[in-house]
């Protein structure tokens, strides 16, 4: 046996010896793992990232869509910690996705390189809302910069309007002087999930994001150095140069299919259909305003229909939850189902396929409640009533809602109709027609683009109402932090432990302490 073992010893020395002449390098590489891919395998992933704020998603309870009345599966809560800023992890890929471009035959323009500006706006854009500043030269860079500087909010918006024009002046001449010859994989695009690889619709969202952006920045229009009313006349007075979408069909969505599920599908049916209602700062909205999308998206509720013998076709069957309501109390309205206080949503349009609608991300309606507003404020010449009605009209369609006929629905397995005239009726009532380039017509854009945004466009309801306080939102126990609205998220707490000078640096620059508060105002609500 003690031979053996010797042996045994012998021999394990020895190949580890003989291993010795390998490089360590070697042995660090994984061989089941590609060093080098086509772009068109990157870019899928990173446009698939860009659908992170999905419907009915945490972040739709805090655009006070919809609520949770079941603890055990959530709240509406706004004690918000560190925020999710692992877009990061998706510029990694976009920057690898036009490093393998170049390699693979692209020119120094190449729509990977043009889409990859884009992609950069369009996630800066979205984490800087959440937080405040964050790193963007340092950014990005490894091991070579393990503790990046932080750039402020106004520079971080400086490059997102910088990349978006860039964007745009690349797929115009990648649109206006096709290489046709040139069919290297990194000249050509693949792997587009949103558009099909057709450049036309991406020059098209790129500037109707530039919009957002801009319509994003109000608060500051008396920078100089940004111009943000110079830049928006700039934007709307060229189409040739600036082409917006322009109808439904030139959305910026992710599809939904028996694959990649729409998030309510009849898998979760059983678990989740009565555990969250329709928050009353939507529904009740739609309510008042006599608004038929309320029929299309909720369910009447109950209690209204058995104790107070409403028939489905009655609006004022329709009542969403406060967001602020104490959880307590809204689970013990909701635990009956047969006297339910609130709406839920609905079964037949969300539990009913894998694919109940597409999940917009930069949509039509949201293009013209942005042109209203422009002109609304005097920024842009045009018709602000003509915008704010077409940006309802878009919406009202999204739901196959005509503009004068019935709506023909079922509850309970019974039919029932409700007539709809928009001209005619709806419009006509005061409080939906539009009031003029004033205080008054600019709320009444700003509440119909928030209804607009239901369950899509990410945290747009809430930015939004944050930058502007329309429409009013619910608070109380409910709703946590004390009831008051936070008005950012903080930094994750790596940040905090591994960038601990320039975390603390940024902190005292944007809010004058070294706290990082989510009741803070950042620069870009100040």
């Not at 390189?113 to 937080?131: D, P």
């Not at 069919?183 to 999930?193: H, M, P, S």
């Not at 057709?198 to 920078?223: E, H, M, P, Q």
């Amino acid at each position: 046996m003690k031979s053996l073992k010797i042996l045994s010893l012998a021999a394990l020395t020895g190949i580890v010896f003989s291993s010795c002449n390998k490089k360590f390098e070697e042995y660090n590489v994984n061989q089941n793992r590609p060093a080098q891919v086509p772009p068109s395998m990157v870019i899928g992933g990173v446009l698939a990232n860009m659908n992170v704020d999905k419907p009915w998603s945490n972040v739709m309870r805090w655009n006070q869509f919809d609520c949770c009345n079941y603890n055990y599966y959530g709240d509406q809560r706004y004690d918000w910690g560190g925020a999710d800023l692992n877009s990061f992890f998706s510029l990694t890929n976009v920057q690898q996705m036009e490093a393998e471009a170049t390699r693979l035959g692209g020119k120094t323009n190449n729509p990977y390189n043009a889409l990859g500006k884009f992609i950069r706006a369009y996630f800066y854009y979205r984490m800087t809302s959440l937080v405040g500043d964050l790193p963007i030269d340092d950014a990005l860079k490894g091991t070579a910069v393990v503790a990046p500087k932080y750039a402020t909010q106004k520079e971080v918006f400086v490059h997102i309007l910088q990349w978006l024009d860039d964007a745009n002046t690349q797929l115009t001449d990648l649109i206006n002087n096709p290489d046709k010859s040139n069919t290297a994989e990194g000249q050509v695009l693949k792997g587009d999930i949103y558009y099909g690889n057709d450049l036309t619709k991406w020059r098209r969202a790129v500037n109707s994001f530039k919009l957002r952006v801009l319509i994003a920045l109000s608060k500051k229009s008396a920078d100089t150095d940004l111009n943000v009313a110079a830049a928006i006349k700039n934007l709307l007075s060229d189409p040739a140069k600036f082409p917006l979408i322009e109808g439904m069909d030139q959305n910026l969505q992710f599809i939904y299919n028996n694959i990649n599920k729409y998030p309510s599908n009849p898998d979760n049916l059983g678990n989740d259909a009565t555990r969250y209602n329709m928050s009353a700062t939507y529904l009740n909205i739609l309510v008042t305003l006599n608004d038929p999308r309320a029929y299309i998206t909720a369910e009447p509720a109950t209690l209204q229909l058995n104790k107070n013998k409403k028939s489905p076709a009655d609006i004022t069957a329709y009542v969403g939850a406060p967001a602020g309501q104490s959880l307590e109390d809204m689970s013990s309205l909701m635990s009956n189902v047969d006297t339910a206080a609130y709406s839920v949503r609905s079964r037949a349009r969300y539990y009913s396929s894998y694919a109940a609608e597409p999940g917009v991300l930069v949509g039509y309606p949201e293009v013209c409640f942005n042109i209203a507003e422009a002109i609304n404020r005097g920024w842009a010449e045009g018709n602000a009533e003509e915008w704010y009605k077409n940006g309802m009209k878009a919406s009202l369609g999204f739901y196959g809602i005509p503009l004068k006929g019935n709506v023909v629905k079922t509850y309970g397995g019974v039919n029932y109709t409700v007539s709809f005239d928009f001209e005619g009726v709806y419009y006509q009532q005061p409080s939906v027609k539009y009031q003029g380039n004033n205080a008054q017509g600019l709320t009444q854009i700003l509440q119909q683009k928030y209804l607009a945004f239901f369950e899509n466009s990410g945290w747009e309801a809430y930015f939004n109402w944050r930058r502007t306080g329309v429409p009013t939102f619910s608070t109380g126990a409910g709703t946590g932090n004390s009831g008051v609205l936070p008005k950012r998220w903080k930094y994750p707490d790596s940040e905090r432990t591994s960038n601990t000078v320039n975390w603390t640096a940024s902190l005292q620059s944007q809010f004058g302490s070294g706290t990082d508060d989510i009741n803070a105002a950042m620069w870009l609500v100040k």
